[in-house]
């Protein structure tokens, strides 16, 4: 539910005068006080939430400085660039920057020029930062410190990283200044966890109680198929649709190095503009894929997950999964990097049952390496349960992220995930066939893995079947109508149900609820995933759902070419001012300007997105365009 908060009238008055935003989104202005207020916090909001808001606002209000400490450096370029377009004085701190262009920076915020200021964690730590730190804490001219992705902390959350542990160190040297730490992804742990490591009290002592946001997103609809058939060729399909629903990006994330470069090329062989992307490439390869990405010159990345934190562009229409992410919060955190403009986007997740395998696999070589504790090993462990579960289970996507998230999900349909719109087939005999199998399990030891058995039930001739004298059974051949991907998706169900698990060298066995199943004392639900390709021939006919904050309606033919030719001088400037395209403008605020037609300055700064800032150095090019359709 998306209900506006009253905000500070001077906090709004800034956001609408350097944004050109009208409204806050929820919890926007509760977390822009907490800084205002010189007040500790944690504010978990999802992907898109719009977090940078949070800490970018009240240096605005107080006249005060916010430190930002951000784990990536492209992150801190763009922002920067992005606030200054907005003439929003902000610089960053990193290892990238030369010795001369380091000093200047903290020159400019000694001498009060900057807003903000971004900075790696390792550096906010050095001695030489901390006393800056120090001073300006002194002459009470440090507003607030923000802990951009605070995730990073806690080794219960998906990306660890050690240097994080060291931000509490700011806090002594910065006594009665307010931290705000945001994340978009945190479990109840990995939220304990942050509040600890970086000691946020409340004003009486006590440690602060999370703001967390609304974690629905309703402009993704999520397809799971959670038997891969052809990958590439699953994805080719809906990179095609993509393409056909208009412009935008896709990224699809492999759980290998080698895959990313093999599904690009298949890719790339069926007419799609895509690049490999992955830690092994060379830096200059990888800031190039990124460059073009972001700046709309590249469609489709296949990449693992180094791919991302940086990437901001925000008409990604589609975020493909060719594996099995990681943990849950991985896949939000992955899948959210669709529609950041609030326009509809599609998630997609393919996996099979051996990507389960392959994690874990991972999980432990890196463990043995790195010399983890088991405790980790264990949690990370029970991360990749619960994406399995997230994956096989058939209920509603929007609700399973919702409710993992510790929320309610207010529908009961949700109409935008593969489960709600029906691109499952509900198996009318489910009971029947659940315990036919079950009892192929049965029949055959519990020694056999789910390949085997499904050859039982089909009546396969081979050769292994006929040795272990398994074609005498009396289950041989009962489901001979049925075929091997069908049958293979239902035992998962079975798994996934907790009526069989897996034994040593991947047996299927019996649980107390496979049993109580046997008995008819349990009953089951099965199901099939719909062929991928029909469901994306009935996506297309359904009509574009937008967002609360969009005006429903589609772009007319007319709209459509006038905002073609506003792309294309968003393109323009974009270049000549070395930014990405979002940065000029998103497409939601070009949609909105093909709607509104706007004819002179005034007009267009009513439009959500345009602020004054941007109006004074490009508004007469925009003016221009759109005047060449009256
Ligand atoms: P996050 O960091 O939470 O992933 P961002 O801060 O990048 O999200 O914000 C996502 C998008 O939403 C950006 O394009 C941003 O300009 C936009 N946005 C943020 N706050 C608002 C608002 N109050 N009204 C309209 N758009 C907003």
């Not at 951000?70 to 902000?90: C, F, K, N, T």
Request: charged share 30%; proline share 4%; net charge neutral.
């Amino acid at each position: 539910m998306r209900v506006e908060e009253r905000a500070n009238p001077s906090v709004l008055e800034a956001v609408r005068r350097v944004w050109g935003f009208d409204a806050l989104r929820p919890l926007q202005a509760r977390a822009i006080e907490l800084a205002v207020e010189n007040r500790d916090g944690l504010v978990v909001l999802p992907t898109g939430g719009g977090k940078s808001l949070c800490y970018q606002t009240p240096p605005l209000v107080t006249g005060k400085v916010t430190v930002v400490l951000s784990p990536l450096i492209a992150l801190m370029r763009d922002q920067v660039r992005g606030l200054e377009l907005h003439g929003y004085p902000a610089a960053a701190l990193h290892s990238g920057l030369e010795a001369d262009e380091a000093r200047e920076t903290i020159a400019r915020l000694r001498a009060g020029e900057l807003k903000l200021i971004l900075c790696a964690p390792e550096r906010a730590v050095n001695p030489g930062f901390k006393s800056l730190l120090a001073e300006l804490a002194d002459a009470g001219r440090l507003g607030a410190i923000a802990i951009d992705e605070a995730h990073c902390i806690s080794q219960w959350g998906h990306d660890f990283r050690p240097e994080y542990r060291r931000l509490r160190e700011l806090r002594e040297v910065t006594p009665g200044v307010g931290m705000q730490a945001f994340t978009a992804t945190a479990t109840p742990r990995v939220r304990e966890d942050i509040v600890h490591q970086l000691g946020l009290r409340e004003r009486g002592g006590e440690s602060v109680v999370p703001l967390v946001g609304d974690f629905d997103r309703p402009n993704l609809t999520y397809r799971v198929r959670a038997r891969r058939t052809d990958g590439a060729e699953q994805i080719s399909a809906a990179i095609g649709a993509m393409h056909e629903r208009g412009e935008g990006g896709a990224i699809v994330y492999c759980l290998s190095r080698a895959k990313t470069e093999e599904l690009a090329g298949k890719l790339r062989a069926a007419g799609h503009d895509a690049e490999a992307y992955h830690a092994g490439l060379n830096a200059k390869v990888r800031h190039d894929v990124e460059r073009r990405f972001t700046n709309e010159q590249l469609d489709v990345v296949c990449a693992t997950v180094a791919f991302g934190m940086g990437i901001d562009r925000s008409n990604v229409r589609l975020v493909a999964h060719a594996n099995l992410p990681k943990s849950v919060e991985a896949y939000q955190q992955e899948a959210g990097r669709a529609g950041r403009d609030g326009l509809e986007a599609e998630c997609m997740l393919l996996t099979s049952p051996s990507d389960a395998a392959r994690w874990r696999q991972l999980i432990e070589r890196s463990a043995e390496e790195t010399g983890a504790t088991p405790e980790s090993v264990a949690a990370q462990v029970g991360l990749l349960q619960e994406m399995q579960r997230f994956a096989t289970a058939l209920v509603c996507r929007h609700r399973a992220l919702c409710e993992h998230f510790g929320q309610a999900f207010p529908k009961d349909n949700c109409a935008a995930c593969d489960v709600c719109l029906g691109e499952t087939e509900p198996e009318p005999e489910s009971q029947r066939l659940a315990q036919m199998i079950l009892s192929a399990v049965a029949r055959t030891q519990q020694g056999y893995g789910a390949g085997h058995v499904v050859d039982v039930l089909r009546g396969s001739r081979g050769e292994k079947i006929a040795r272990a004298g398994h074609d005498r059974l009396s289950v041989f051949g009962l489901l001979s109508e049925r075929t091997r991907g069908e049958l293979m998706a239902f035992v998962d169900q079975l798994l996934a149900a907790g009526a069989l698990e897996l034994g040593e060298f991947k047996t299927l066995r019996f649980t107390a609820h496979g049993a109580a199943l046997m008995r008819g004392e349990a009953t089951i639900r099965l199901a099939l995933p719909m062929g991928t390709r029909q469901a994306s021939s009935e996506r297309r006919e359904r009509a574009p759902r937008a967002s609360s904050e969009l005006e429903a309606r589609p772009l007319d033919a007319d709209e459509k070419r006038l905002f073609e030719s506003l792309r294309a001088l968003r393109k323009s400037i974009a270049e000549e001012l070395a930014v990405p395209p979002y940065v000029v403008f998103s497409d939601a605020t070009l949609r909105e300007l093909c709607r509104a037609k706007p004819r002179d300055a005034r007009a267009m700064l009513r439009v959500k997105g345009v602020g004054p800032k941007k109006v004074e150095s490009f508004g007469e090019r925009f003016l221009e365009r759109l005047s060449e359709q009256f």
